[in-house]
């Protein structure tokens, strides 16, 4: 059984860097979330896609932040541009079934440190 | 909008006893509701979940919570607590959402 994996693991970069991070969903999941989640706080919604389709965004999820899922498959998550604020675990999660009802699988998570 | 408050930031319990870590939810429909637990190093990994029914949930590793409307609350138990169970605890809200908003965690420290 493989679940939702997430790559890298851990990822340090200097400020002004660009950084991309991807995720596997489980492989029959049709639903692929992102979530932020920064120390001491529970993770933060970010975006959701259906397939392939990027259906919601959150105002957390500024100009510099671009997600895709080409083939309704994997997903990546671009930071350009990092700030010091980016630093945060990146948390992607993936769901099947009626969308709101269903349970959300989440990977390892990806922590970011921006020096 | 909806919103998740666990008042415990942080809870320490002797190995054995038993333990209770509170939320209480703010949306007003029908709520979707989730206890999921966060260990070092480890993913999130739902507990259980409350969609309609019962009110008395069952999860894994020996937990339950129990939604009561009248109180808006959606509080997680476990009668016996292991050495293991030690991590963060989220209270999470799914009501008329695709997204999930998640509390701000209720940290769980065993104690021999």
């Known amino acids: 059984d493989t679940g939702v994996s997430q790559d890298p693991r851990h990822k340090i970069t200097k400020r002004g860097q660009n950084v991309t991070f991807r995720c596997d969903p489980i492989?029959?999941?049709?639903?692929l979330y992102w979530y932020r989640q920064t120390l001491g706080q529970g993770p933060e919604f970010l975006t959701y896609?259906?397939?392939?389709?990027?259906?919601?965004k959150s105002r957390l999820l500024s100009d510099r932040f671009s997600a895709e899922r080409p083939k309704g498959s994997f997903s990546t998550l671009e930071i350009q541009r990092t700030e010091q604020g980016d630093s945060a675990m990146y948390l992607c999660a993936s769901s099947l079934g009626k969308a709101g009802t269903e349970t959300q699988y989440f990977g390892p998570g990806t922590r970011l440190l921006v020096l | 909008a909806q919103s998740v408050t666990q008042p415990d930031i942080h809870i320490t319990v002797s190995e054995g006893a038993s333990l209770e870590l509170r939320c209480n939810y703010s949306y007003g429909a029908t709520p979707y509701l989730f206890w999921y637990v966060q260990s070092p190093g480890q993913g999130l990994q739902l507990l259980l979940k409350?969609?309609?029914?019962?009110?008395l949930v069952q999860g894994i590793k020996g937990f339950e919570a129990e939604f009561k409307r009248s109180q808006s609350s959606f509080n997680l138990r476990k009668p016996s607590v292991h050495w293991s169970d030690a991590a963060e605890y989220f209270c999470?809200?799914?009501?008329?959402?695709?997204?999930?908003?998640f509390g701000t965690g209720t940290r769980l420290t065993v104690i021999p």
């Open positions: 896609f259906q397939n392939e389709a990027q259906l919601e």
């Open positions: 999470v809200d799914q009501t008329g959402a695709n997204n999930l908003f």
């Open positions: 492989s029959e999941h049709n639903r």
């Open positions: 409350y969609f309609s029914g019962d009110t």
